[in-house]
């Protein structure tokens, strides 16, 4: 199983395009359900909907939560479809499993002064200040993924009219937009600090030995980033793709802009922002109508 497991996950980097961080935890869950296989004495192509009821109900006993369950659930779901593609099984197991109900939890965005904060946080007028406030800046501004981040080359940036050429996810293409601020960090990046960086490729963002940097790196920098300024609230890639739509739609931005910006296959996906918004919304009208409230 170790030989398809890989395979798999080389399928999930070559082919579909997923980030670093996405397949680490696909690898961590296939390898808790081969250590379960093996435990049982059970071979990948015999596998059916009552081993995998059996391998969920470990799970239960074990009191994983609902979240890592449904994470587990649709590990396993890709996993069953690519076994399926390769001929490794003649049916699905997966077919009649169902999620967990999971509690909507709405994303974790920063407000506009806990941004402006983050943001004056690198040190500009160093060679790796200057490139981490392009890497905040560019989240921010653009709401990108760190996966299309890290695959942003130089010939994908349109300068005169402000657009960003981005492989999403499935390898599909858009184009994001970006104004004045990063305009303005992106140019002195290029100018100043890229230079002094770079040795022989075309990609935007270069770690600290001029080659392409990667999605843990771009973590760890952020990591390092917060530390530095002594902030106490939790910040990932994620987060600032999460402010910039909650931002935009905050301002008057139409929903189905949000979407193609995102590059959300489903509208759906993106109306989780409304509820941010709308909360919002409510707390600010009870908390300062003078007759939101009886005395």
């Known amino acids: 199983m170790d030989k398809l497991i890989n395979e798999f ?16 935890s696909y690898e ?22 009552k081993i995998i009821r059996k391998y969920l109900t470990v799970m239960y ?10 994470r587990n659930i649709s590990t396993l779901r890709t996993f069953s479809k690519y076994l399926l593609k390769e001929n490794i ?3 699905n197991p997966m077919v ?21 904060t983050l943001l004056n946080i690198p040190d500009k007028s160093t ?13 921010y501004s653009t709401g990108i993924r760190v996966s299309e981040l ?22 599909k293409e858009r184009y994001v937009l970006y104004g004045d601020y990063l305009k303005q960090v992106l140019d002195l990046y290029l100018k100043e600090s890229r230079p002094k960086l770079v040795k022989d490729n075309d990609y935007l ?17 952020i990591s390092n980033i917060l530390k530095k300024g002594e902030l106490d609230y939790h910040v990932s890639p994620h987060t600032l793709r999460h402010t910039f739509a909650t931002h935009m739609l905050e301002n008057g931005a139409d929903l189905k802009n949000v979407q193609e910006l995102l590059g959300h296959s489903n509208l759906s996906t993106t109306g989780i922002y409304t509820h941010i918004t709308n909360e919002r919304l409510r707390t600010a009208y009870l908390n300062n109508h003078p007759r939101a409230k009886l005395e």
């Open 9 to 24: 996950l080389e399928y999930l980097k070559v082919e579909k395009n997923y980030s670093y961080h996405t397949i680490d």
């Open 28 to 49: 961590k869950d296939l390898r808790n359900y081969q250590d379960f296989l093996n435990k049982e004495k059970i071979m990948i192509e015999n596998t059916n909907y």
């Open 61 to 70: 006993e074990k009191k994983y939560t609902n979240k890592t369950i449904a």
């Open 89 to 91: 099984i003649t049916d």
């Open 96 to 116: 009649l499993i169902s999620n967990p109900k999971i509690e909507k939890r709405l994303p974790n965005f920063l407000y506009y002064d806990e941004l402006e």
């Open 127 to 139: 060679t790796l200040g200057l490139r981490d406030a392009v890497i905040l800046e560019m989240f």
């Open 150 to 171: 890290i695959n942003i080359k130089i010939s994908d940036i349109n300068f005169y009219d402000k657009k960003i050429l981005i492989l999403g996810k499935g390898n």
């Open 205 to 221: 963002i270069l770690n600290k030995n001029g080659g392409k940097i990667t999605d843990r790196g771009i973590r760890l920098i």
